[in-house]
């Protein structure tokens, strides 16, 4: 059972369902909570320079390295944000196209067990927001034990529905015992609950698995794992720096086509 659970939210509400719902899985498990409220902080858009994947510090002077600190300090973390028009709420997203910069938390990271829980007001407008999360509980390296969806629209709503407050309860369970929980309707390698459909099967976007139409693996996918997110920083996003710095020229001539 963790000690120290951070939770990251990203809402303007004061009683938020992803506020309290980080609440009650605290005082459920008796552990210290620490709410990073995304809404609050100052995150500016990645600049896309590249800096920070050759070891640089980021040149943007906000509030993301904080975020960075009180994950570093957390045992456990809940990822627990609304729906916002079937996506993550733009400061969420924000802070994920920040996430560049965590390759050089990755290793103490990757140890952590995290919950991905998201909220939405009306079951027919569910969404994609819980993939969005996931991504960023992926990258940032957490070893994620569930990807829960809860149907809460006003605040505090957790607490009155009775499907969603059971789900809520088994969010704590889950965190409590460390295990893990793939749901039916989920990729059975990721938990991502959105697919591709390619040539009469599916893909999972997050991982790259290939599934069957009822969801069985037909070809595991490495996105996202351990040694993709390596892979993927250190040499494939590198070496396209590279080749744009060996290529500058020519693009900046092609670029002229519109002037
Ligand atoms: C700007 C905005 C957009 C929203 N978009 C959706 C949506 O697309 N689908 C949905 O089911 N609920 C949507 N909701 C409802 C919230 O997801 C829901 O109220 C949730 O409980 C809010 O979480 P919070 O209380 O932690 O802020 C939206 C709410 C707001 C304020």
Redesign the pocket.
């Known amino acids: 059972m963790p000690l120290k659970l951070l939770s990251i939210v990203a809402?303007e509400?004061k009683n938020?369902?992803?506020?309290l719902a980080s609440k009650y899985i605290a005082k459920k498990l008796g552990v210290e909570l620490e709410i990073v409220n995304l809404a609050k902080l100052d995150i500016r858009p990645c600049k896309a320079c590249y800096k920070c994947l050759y070891g640089e510090d980021c040149l943007i002077e906000d509030d993301v390295e904080e975020i960075f600190g009180a994950i570093e300090r957390a045992d456990a973390i809940l990822i627990s944000s609304?729906?916002?028009?079937?996506d993550a709420t733009g400061k969420l997203k924000a802070f994920l196209d920040r996430c560049f910069m965590s390759l050089k938390y990755h290793e103490k990271f990757r140890e952590k067990k995290a919950l991905v829980l998201t909220?939405?007001?009306?079951n027919e407008?569910?969404?994609w927001a819980s993939a969005t999360h996931l991504v960023l509980a992926r990258i940032l390296g957490f070893d994620v034990l569930a990807n829960i969806e809860l149907r809460?629209?006003l605040?505090a709503e957790i607490f009155t529905d009775k499907e969603t407050f059971k789900k809520l309860e088994l969010a704590a369970e889950l965190l409590k015992k460390g295990e893990t929980r793939i749901f039916e309707n989920q990729c059975p390698i990721c938990m991502s609950i959105i697919f591709r459909v390619e040539n009469g099967t599916l893909l999972c976007p997050v991982c790259g698995s290939k599934l069957d139409l009822e969801l069985n693996l037909i070809e595991k996918g490495e996105k996202f794992s351990e040694e993709w997110i390596v892979e993927h920083f250190s040499k494939e996003l590198v070496g396209l720096k590279e080749k744009f710095k060996e290529i500058k020229d020519e693009l900046k001539e092609a670029a002229k086509i519109v002037e």
């Open positions: 809402t509400r938020g369902n992803s506020v609304p729906v916002y028009w079937l909220y939405h007001g009306f407008m569910i969404g809460a629209a605040p």
